[in-house]
């Protein structure tokens, strides 16, 4: 079996076993905050990855002519770029969308997620692998986003895939009296993401076990 290209591997890293929200922990604020609909989840994790890509191939192309002691300024320049062209384009054709993310969409400069791709990678390597990472991690948040969203919307509205600024009141699941509204609230994103990010890495660890398994089990070569 043929190994995995370089590209496809860093791009499943985002994905998997470097999803920036459920392993590595970071973008905690905006996830709890903006996951109250699957909507509100895709439509950040969508400006992220926006970001994310535009940011990286920028830091890649800017990596050898900028001067290591102004980096991180250059990196916050490059990256409030993005953010804004992002904020304005939500604004002018999704202004509900853009109300609801409210202040987390310009605070997508100071995310620890597009800071941290920018030094630990985009900024050690080319163009084309910092396009592919930087989509790797946006797929990554943006799953991780719309996974805690369609937890939390049917269970704290009984109501999913509203969106507003489509004209789409989304699928009634079961009567308002039902939802439990604590879900809605932080507490309740606190708890939710907890379990999915505990949930997660009890399948991560299950999955080691089995490539264990399987390995000691594979026929060894060579003379005894």
């Given at each position: 079996m043929s190994s995995p290209s370089p590209l496809s591997s860093i791009f499943s890293n985002g994905i998997g076993k470097e999803n920036p929200t459920l392993r590595l922990l970071l973008g905690m604020c905006p996830t709890?905050?903006?996951?109250?609909?699957?909507?509100?989840?895709?439509?950040?994790?969508?400006?992220?990855?926006?970001?994310?890509?535009?940011?990286?191939?920028?830091?890649?192309?800017?990596?050898?002519?900028?001067?290591?002691?102004?980096?991180?300024?250059?990196?916050?320049?490059?990256?409030?770029?993005?953010?804004?062209?992002?904020?304005?384009?939500?604004?002018?054709?999704?202004?509900?969308?853009h109300q609801v993310l409210g202040v987390f969409v310009p605070l997508i400069v100071v995310n620890c997620i597009i800071l941290a791709r920018a030094e630990a990678f985009a900024s050690k390597n080319g163009p084309l692998a910092s396009i592919v990472d930087g989509l790797g991690m946006g797929a990554g948040f943006t799953?991780?986003?719309?996974?805690?969203?369609?937890?939390?919307?049917?269970?704290?509205?009984?109501?999913?895939?509203?969106?507003?600024?489509?004209g789409f009141e989304g699928i009634r699941l079961f009567s308002k009296e039902y939802a439990a509204a604590i879900v809605t609230q932080p507490v309740g994103g606190f708890i939710s993401l907890g379990l999915l990010i505990g949930a997660v890495n009890l399948l991560a660890e299950r999955g080691k076990g089995r490539a264990g398994r399987r390995g000691s089990q594979s026929p060894q070569g060579g003379c005894h």
């Amino acid at each position: 079996m043929s190994s995995p290209s370089p590209l496809s591997s860093i791009f499943s890293n985002g994905i998997g076993k470097e999803n920036p929200t459920l392993r590595l922990l970071l973008g905690m604020c905006p996830t709890i905050a903006v996951s109250l609909a699957v909507s509100n989840g895709i439509g950040m994790g969508l400006a992220a990855t926006f970001v994310l890509v535009g940011s990286n191939l920028c830091v890649s192309l800017l990596r050898k002519a900028t001067p290591n002691e102004i980096r991180i300024p250059v990196f916050i320049v490059v990256i409030a770029t993005f953010v804004t062209v992002v904020d304005l384009v939500m604004n002018a054709y999704l202004p509900q969308l853009h109300q609801v993310l409210g202040v987390f969409v310009p605070l997508i400069v100071v995310n620890c997620i597009i800071l941290a791709r920018a030094e630990a990678f985009a900024s050690k390597n080319g163009p084309l692998a910092s396009i592919v990472d930087g989509l790797g991690m946006g797929a990554g948040f943006t799953f991780a986003l719309v996974l805690l969203s369609a937890i939390r919307e049917p269970l704290g509205t009984g109501i999913i895939l509203a969106a507003p600024d489509l004209g789409f009141e989304g699928i009634r699941l079961f009567s308002k009296e039902y939802a439990a509204a604590i879900v809605t609230q932080p507490v309740g994103g606190f708890i939710s993401l907890g379990l999915l990010i505990g949930a997660v890495n009890l399948l991560a660890e299950r999955g080691k076990g089995r490539a264990g398994r399987r390995g000691s089990q594979s026929p060894q070569g060579g003379c005894h």
